[in-house]
């Protein structure tokens, strides 16, 4: 019989850079346990001795395991050493893919501190992406939906905005829109080159639970067909008519996280793109 317990420990994540994969990491790992809470102690731009030390001491006063992204041969080894005097796990997230590419490539590693963050054509892409999502969110900049490489559409609080972040955070131009049966949508939408768009779509008692937890977070408390069952199943029911009479794909995003979303639209676009 599993155990209701929680289990708390203490996990630091240790970067000459902004940490932001340690993070994923951990976060991605630990959701794969059930009852468990690290307490993170994130220590990122750690690039000098003084600052490593620091870290060292905090991880002595709190033990727990250690993730760590470090370029620094000298830091990587003062770390692991310390570690293992004090008998705490440590262990470098990146080693076993950049060992493997070594080999596959024959190639020696750079030992560039923070290599992964460098302004190259990539992350202006990111960027220019992020600018174009947050302009283009909830309808904003109509006219300019052609140069959206994906349109989202769904009834409100189908994760349209969170979703069109994410995948500019992955150097994809998404803009959103809402279906409010009654409003008028984009003509753009429906010229004769039309921006690709794939429908969001939920489950009645899902997004019933979503709006009713949004009111409330809103101390909103009058009536309304918001969140109301019937109204909820027309509104769903009107978005389905829509990307049925248009053709256009759709995603349930019932039982789906922002991350899995939009990892189906990213594999509609590479179709696409394949066809």
């Given amino acids: 019989m599993k155990s209701n317990i929680g289990v708390y420990f203490n996990v630091h994540l240790v970067s000459d850079s902004t940490g932001e994969t340690l993070a994923g990491v951990m976060r991605a790992s630990c959701a794969q346990f059930d009852n468990i809470y690290p307490i993170e102690a994130s220590y990122f731009l750690v690039r000098s001795s003084r600052q490593l030390e620091r870290v060292l001491k905090d991880i002595e006063n709190a033990p727990g395991p250690v993730m760590y992204t470090i370029s620094s041969l000298e830091h990587r080894e003062r770390l692991e050493s310390f570690c293992k005097d004090i008998g705490v796990p440590c262990v470098a997230i990146l080693d076993p893919v950049l060992d493997m590419f070594s080999r596959h490539l024959g190639l020696g590693l750079n030992q560039s501190v923070g290599a992964g963050r460098t302004l190259d054509a990539s ?4 960027i220019d992406a992020l600018n174009y999502a947050m302009a283009h969110d909830d309808g904003q900049g109509g006219v300019q939906l052609k140069d959206a490489e994906v349109v989202l559409m769904g009834v409100s609080r ?3 905005t969170p979703t069109s972040v994410y995948l500019a955070n992955r150097g994809v131009r998404a803009a959103n829109v809402p279906i409010v049966p009654g409003a008028p949508l984009p003509e753009e939408l429906f010229s004769e080159n039309p921006p690709f768009v794939v429908g969001l779509t939920v489950s009645v008692d899902r997004l019933v639970q979503i709006r009713r937890n949004r ?8 009536a309304s067909s918001y969140a109301e069952e019937d109204a909820v199943r027309e509104e769903i029911r009107f978005a389905q008519r829509l990307f049925e009479r248009h053709g256009w794909p759709v995603i ?4 789906r996280s922002v991350e899995e979303t939009a990892a189906a639209i990213l594999n509609l676009l590479a179709e696409r793109n394949r066809s």
């Avoid at 349930?252 to 039982?255: A, E, F, G, K, N």
């Fill in 252 to 255: 349930d995003v019932s039982r």
């Fill in 215 to 222: 009111l409330m977070a809103m101390n909103e408390n009058r």
């Fill in 158 to 160: 189908t994760s349209k």
């Fill in 123 to 126: 992350y202006f892409r990111r």
